[in-house]
């Protein structure tokens, strides 16, 4: 079965630290981009951000709300995704959801996200 | 960043029904446009991507349509499971972005 589990929320205080992971199995996790995206309490989607693969040089992307802050890494040998996530704010609220990004199925390519992780919830509060 | 827009915010809808839901780029995103449905305490599930592909196990009710600005989502004869949140989400470019959800709601 093809699925994405994370972990690692919990609650932490404003300007702290935290890191979640993401556990892959049942597809080629190598073969694969992936994302973060979170949904804070009550609202809608917002993407984190993306690492590539290998063949790619394993770069990132970042939305801005969490660039410099927020780091994505990946270890293809343990199949595992992870978001460290430093200075933490109370916007940072929210369930953070393991993605994984479509890629190619023969000739056809897309970059829609095709499996989530039912997502691990992070709470910034004093 | 592109901006979507999603129209209506909330819907109200019969079993039965067919409805759309329209989802609306502030710029050009070609054909580079995918669809979730949410359920509440859930995580979304993709419905079609490249606006008009449907994702493997996805009901042929589901469809989509639009390239450029201009996207739609349709849904034929609604049952009860179809009762949820929809997202359009663009992947043109950085930073992806979603519209921001429609509620489809039992009248």
């Known amino acids: 079965e093809v699925q994405l589990v994370e972990s690692g929320g919990e609650l932490v205080q404003p300007g702290g630290s935290l890191r979640l992971s993401c556990a892959a199995s049942g597809f080629t996790f190598s073969d694969h981009y992936m994302d973060w995206v979170r949904q804070a309490p009550g609202k809608g989607l917002e993407w984190v951000g993306r690492t590539r693969g290998k063949a790619n040089s394993y770069t990132t992307e970042y939305a801005a709300s969490v660039k410099g802050r927020f780091i994505i890494s990946r270890d293809d040998s343990k199949n595992s995704l992870y978001l460290q996530m430093n200075s933490l704010k109370a916007d940072d609220t929210a369930v953070y959801h393991c993605v994984r990004v479509g890629g190619c199925r023969g000739a056809t390519c897309h970059y829609g996200f095709d499996i989530w992780g039912q997502g691990t919830m992070v709470t910034v509060s004093s | 960043d592109i901006l979507m827009t999603q129209s209506p915010s909330t819907l109200s809808a019969s079993v039965g029904d067919r409805v759309t839901i329209t989802c609306r780029a502030s710029q050009s995103i070609h054909s580079s446009l995918a669809w979730y449905l949410q359920k509440p305490g859930k995580a979304p599930k993709l419905l079609i991507y490249?606006?008009?592909t449907l994702e493997n196990g996805v009901p042929s009710k589901f469809s989509g349509s639009g390239s450029g600005t201009e996207f739609t989502l349709t849904i034929s004869s609604l049952q009860p499971d179809d009762f949820a949140t929809y997202y359009c989400?663009?992947?043109?470019?950085?930073?992806?972005?979603f519209g921001q959800g429609t509620r489809l709601e039992i009248k």
């Open positions: 989400q663009q992947y043109y470019e950085y930073p992806v972005t």
């Open positions: 490249k606006a008009s």
